[in-house]
């Protein structure tokens, strides 16, 4: 049973659940029932806005998800943005721009992340953002590093600390430790997936701070789905090659009539070559499993259904929009 989440501080929480929607284990995950209380603005359903389980938190223009199992946390600061809000402008529209990017300003950035740190009562935690490079360097902060640090996940123990991923289509993961109280924030793409970097990442807070995977929370945020995220077979290979399960992950192109070019990834014949056809792959699936064999339940796992390519009303799509798009961040950390 899914149970309602507390209200935040000071802004009221509006959960457009679909009808229901099925997780990728395919068990059907019921939405979250939520009942009116004042203050809640009842807005119209807004369909594949968020997906099972997941709400939406409304603030001043700002629409973040969060997931009702972290929320429920009264120790915990999470949320994963949108679009929505913000002051930067992208062609006439004001969008939320939470990355320094060649289009916008470092003002407006900063604004944006004030206003997203606003929205979750967290305006007195420090934001670590990482300079990001799609490797698998994992990084455990006790304090706010006088410089950005290169690398693509950071973990911590220390309250006032709020940890920040940036994405346009790869995917945000955040765990959190309820018994131990230990965060952690990813970026994976198809390269820091196949790096292993959700995996090692859980690896640095075991060895750390004694985290036991069976207690992780994990929610993997809006990102490009396996029904845009078009790869070539080299991609699929290398998967493939690194992970016994990988072939779950990708998909042919539905091109009309041609053969499905998975074929050749599960049956490759010696001494020939793969046909030089793309495929999709599900970046989402991939980190899932990862997750699950690094001893996650599944009932612990959150995932949202949204892609960020077939949804760019709500989200940003480098993919399908190029350099001169904006970037959403997903954030987690304890309250001081
Ligand atoms: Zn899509």
Same mark, same amino acid.
């Given at each position: ?10 802004? !009221? ?83 939320? /721009?939470?990355?320094?990017t060649g289009w ?27 300079? %990001? ?27 006032? $600390? $709020?940890?920040?991923? %940036? ?52 929610? $993997? ?44 990834? /599960? ?15 599900? $970046? ?19 995932? !949202? ?11 940003? !799509? ?11 961040m997903s954030v ?5």
């Amino acid at each position: 049973m899914i149970k309602t989440p507390p209200v935040a501080r000071g802004v !009221s929480p509006a959960a457009f659940p679909l009808a229901t929607a099925s997780d990728y284990t395919g068990r059907v995950v019921a939405p979250t029932k939520t009942s009116p209380r004042k203050r809640t603005v009842r807005k119209p359903p807004r369909p594949g806005f968020s997906s099972g389980s997941w709400t939406e938190l409304a603030s001043h223009g700002l629409r973040i998800l969060q997931v009702p199992a972290f929320s429920k946390l009264p120790w915990l600061i999470h949320g994963f943005s949108t679009r929505h809000g913000g002051v930067s402008s992208l062609n006439g529209e004001k969008v939320l /721009n939470l990355g320094f990017t060649g289009w916008d300003t470092r003002g407006n950035v900063l604004e944006n992340r004030r206003l997203l740190q606003s929205a979750l009562a967290s305006d007195s935690q420090t934001l670590i953002a990482l300079k %990001q490079f799609h490797s698998d360097v994992v990084h455990l902060f006790d304090s706010a590093p006088a410089e950005p640090c290169r690398g693509d996940a950071s973990t911590t123990t220390r309250p006032g $600390l $709020l940890l920040g991923v %940036q994405t346009a289509d790869c995917v945000p993961i955040l765990l959190v430790d309820p018994k131990k109280r230990v965060v952690a924030a990813i970026h994976a793409g198809w390269r820091g997936t196949l790096a292993r970097i959700a995996r090692k990442a859980i690896g640095r807070m075991q060895m750390e701070y004694g985290t036991k995977p069976a207690n992780l929370l994990a929610a $993997l945020g809006p990102a490009i789905g396996g029904c845009c995220y078009e790869v070539g077979n080299e991609v699929a290979t290398a998967f493939i090659s690194q992970f016994p399960n990988a072939a779950a992950w990708f998909d042919e192109l539905r091109t009309g009539d041609e053969p499905n070019p998975l074929q050749w990834l /599960n049956m490759m014949p010696p001494g020939h070559q793969p046909s030089p056809k793309n495929v999709l792959l599900d $970046l989402r699936k991939a980190n899932r499993s990862q997750l699950l064999d690094a001893g996650l339940r599944p009932q612990n796992i959150f995932v !949202s259904g949204l892609c960020t390519a077939c949804r760019r009303d709500l989200l940003f !799509s480098y993919r399908k929009e190029g350099a001169a798009t904006g970037r959403l961040m997903s954030v987690i950390g304890l309250r001081p």
